[in-house]
């Protein structure tokens, strides 16, 4: 995250240079430990709040998904299903398609009726699996 960060280059060249220590082993140590500090307090001032941000963008991202749930089932009920009406037509049109409005029975009459057409159609199927009749 530092590295990404513009500033860290030039904060870590600053710290660096700032303190002048001698070149002994000590001196090294005591300037590593300055610019320890340093770099600690740099990154708290500058990625400190990083989780607190993370939280609020995911607060902020559950607010607009349940801005976007209700403004849909609001548009919903104000206007419907603009479909309703294509959908009715299609089923209305599939019952009247397999709907039987009268079937023709073996001495060639049209029987319309409810009753006369369930006779005609318990009759033929009696006749075809009925085991009394014997065709070659």
């Known amino acids: 995250m530092w590295l990404l960060d513009e500033r860290c280059a030039e904060m870590v060249e600053a710290s660096w240079s700032s303190y ?10 005591r300037r590593v430990e300055i610019y320890g500090r340093d770099l600690a307090w740099w990154n708290y001032n500058n990625f400190g709040n990083v989780r607190e941000l993370k939280e609020e963008i995911n607060i902020l991202l559950d607010r607009e998904a349940r801005m976007w749930s209700q403004r849909s089932c609001a548009f919903w009920l104000k206007n419907g299903d603009n479909n309703t009406k294509f959908f009715h037509c299609r089923a209305t049109k599939r019952h009247r398609k397999n709907k039987i409005q009268g079937v023709m029975d073996s001495n060639n009459i049209w029987r319309v009726e409810l009753v006369e057409i369930s006779l005609v159609l318990v009759y033929y199927y009696r006749e075809l699996f009925s085991t009394s009749r014997l065709d070659p």
Do not use: A, R, T
């Not at 002048?20 to 140590?29: N, Q, T």
């Open 20 to 29: 002048f220590v001698g070149h002994h082993d000590s001196d090294i140590l």
